[in-house]
């Protein structure tokens, strides 16, 4: 699986967050079925069923048998039992007990630096100034290029040291500088010194 414990994690509560997809996976797991048994057995009509199996299907839940004009779907068992150990192990719970946390403190850091949209002071300290650099960062769309003029007004539009700002997020690696043109790194790029 590609994605991370915490995306799989979010992913898979919005796939069985609805009731219909929750009696799919059940009749599933006892016997293939095509979506016209199961629309008939769970009293919906075809197409909302075939909606319920593609949100299935893009987790790999269930799997599809094309037997002349019908098609089977069954419980994807190997794939429950890949997203069960990556979610649901003691150190995927941990790590994402850890990143709420470290989520709090950054909303923490946030609620003292930013009154809306601008940013009442620069941080004096490291740890919180990566907060607000961070939270700037957001407001740079990945893969379009920026004139420094288009960098400056995004930054004045939450502080007015723009120029301050420009050279942390370039510093930190969060923006790129060639021959005055800016685009965002991506965030596994950054260079983020913890001290």
């Known amino acids: 699986m590609d994605p991370q414990p915490p995306e799989i994690m979010l992913q898979f509560c919005k796939a069985m967050a609805d009731e219909s997809r929750l009696k799919i996976i059940g009749l599933l797991s006892t016997a293939e079925h095509s979506v016209q048994q ?79 949209e601008r940013l009442l002071e620069i941080p004096v300290s490291y740890k919180k100034r990566l907060v607000i650099l961070k939270w700037l960062a957001d407001f740079f769309e990945p893969g379009i290029s920026y004139a420094e003029s288009q960098v400056n007004a995004i930054l004045k539009l939450h502080h007015h040291d723009c120029a301050t700002l420009r050279r942390e997020m370039i510093g930190c690696g969060m923006l790129a500088r060639d021959k005055g043109i800016y685009r965002r790194r991506p965030e596994s790029e950054w260079r983020i010194n913890r001290k």
Do not use: C
């Not at 075939?50 to 037997?67: C, E």
């Open 38 to 116: 199961l629309a008939s057995m769970l009293e919906l009509k075809e197409p909302t069923v075939s909606h319920h199996l593609a949100v299935l299907k893009q987790l790999n839940l269930v799997r599809l048998r094309a037997d002349g004009n019908f098609r089977w779907y069954r419980l994807n068992d190997e794939v429950l039992g890949q997203i069960s150990r990556a979610v649901f192990s003691r150190d995927s719970i941990a790590r994402l007990a850890v990143s709420a946390e470290a989520r709090g403190s950054e909303r923490k850091v946030l609620d003292n630096f930013v009154d809306g």
